[in-house]
T-cell receptor, first 114, second 113 residues
Framework: AQSVTQPDIHITVSEGASLELRCNYS??????LFWYVQSPGQGLQLLLK??????LVQGIKGFEAEFKRSQSSFNLRKPSVHWSDAAEYFC????????????FGAGTRLAVHP | ETGVTQSPTHLIKTRGQQVTLRCSSQ?????VSWYQQALGQGPQFIFQ???????GRGNFPPRFSGLQFPNYSSELNVNALELDDSALYLC????????????FGEGSRLTVL
């Protein structure tokens, strides 16, 4: 069965520090992978997605993620965190074939210290 | 371009009651999906509607039902509410075939007492 694991429930970083949020997935075929961000009381905003091709994908707000098939991972990174990045981050895997069901991880809550 | 809008934003119900949540999809999108997000968890897929028919369902009982209208807007209905139905209900719209690129509304927060 498909699943997504985000090992870190909470992460705290200092403003200006680098960030890496971990995501591992279980999926039988080539996965479609996503990172979404959710600010308090808000819906989800797509940061970036991987469908195929270059395994390093760039997203909005300076985020990037790298797909590593051998490790079943899709970790999210940012070189320098801003206070406004404090939010909850969700990794998700989708099915191919045009079916829009996503399986989400439980999320990682990011706190940013000044 | 109008985004996904949901109503109401907050509501409180008691056990056994019924609730209807509404969603207007983003302009140009023909597919609507509904997700339940319990506190402290990731969203869970309830079902998806395309061309006014349900074309995918997650692990939710039949008391969760939906509709999609010709203008692609949608409703989520939950009957016989239980305490565990308390959650944020998220609607997402997309173009069929775009492989999961969903655009989410801000959600309807349901509290069941």
């Amino acid at each position: 069965a498909q699943s997504v694991t985000q090992p870190d429930i909470h992460i705290t970083v200092s403003e200006g520090a680098s960030l890496e949020l971990r995501c591992n997935y279980s999926y039988g075929a080539t996965p479609y992978l996503f990172w979404y961000v959710q600010s308090p009381g808000q819906g989800l905003q797509l940061l970036l997605k991987y469908f195929s091709g270059d395994t390093l994908v760039q997203g909005i707000k300076g985020f990037e993620a790298e797909f590593k098939r051998s490790q079943s991972s899709f970790n999210l990174r940012k070189p320098s965190v801003h206070w406004s990045d404090a939010a909850e981050y969700f990794c998700a895997v989708g099915q191919s074939g045009g079916y829009n069901k996503l399986i989400f991880g439980a999320g990682t809550r990011l706190a940013v210290h000044p | 371009e109008t985004g996904v809008t949901q109503s109401p934003t907050h509501l409180i119900k008691t056990r056994g009651q019924q609730v209807t949540l509404r969603c207007s999809s983003q302009s140009g999108h023909n597919t609507v999906s509904w997700y339940q997000q319990a506190l402290g968890q990731g969203p869970q897929f309830i079902f998806q509607y395309y061309r006014e028919e349900e074309n995918g369902r997650g692990n939710f009982p039949p008391r969760f039902s939906g509709l999609q209208f010709p203008n692609y807007s949608s409703e989520l209905n939950v009957n016989a509410l239980e305490l565990d139905d308390s959650a944020l209900y998220l609607c997402a719209s997309s173009q069929q075939g775009n492989n999961g690129e969903l655009f989410f509304g801000e959600g309807s927060r349901l509290t069941v007492l």
